[in-house]
């Protein structure tokens, strides 16, 4: 798998250049914006949102009804929002 860092570039580019080269099923997005990983989702992409605690885990999850197949984040040990995570079935990078 390719970690693409999209937060150089609009997302719509970025993904339209992977899907061009056929390599959506060897992609994750790496990005931040809330808005971006809807994009991502809903347009068939594996996007990976950063998740630093349980309101950020919220926001995506529970008030935008997002479920990302994996979360990056650079907590160490078991806490909250991995909790959290694993019970909604969301991998952790």
């Known amino acids: 798998m390719i ?4 937060n150089k ?17 060897n992609v ?8 971006d990983v809807g994009y991502l989702i809903a347009n068939g992409a594996v996007a990976m ?6 309101t950020t885990f919220s926001s995506y999850v529970l008030q ?3 479920k990302p197949l ?7 040990g078991i ?6 995570m694993k019970n909604n079935g969301i991998r952790i990078y």
């Open 64 to 66: 935008s009804k997002l």
């Open 49 to 54: 949102p950063s998740c630093y605690n349980n």
């Open 9 to 25: 570039s609009p997302a719509t580019e970025v993904l339209t250049a992977v899907k061009e080269k056929g390599m959506l099923d």
């Open 28 to 35: 994750i997005f790496f990005t931040a914006n809330l808005n």
């Open 70 to 76: 994996l979360f990056q984040t650079d907590n160490t």
């Open 79 to 84: 806490n909250e929002e991995w909790i959290s």
């Open 3 to 6: 970690d693409i860092d999209e």
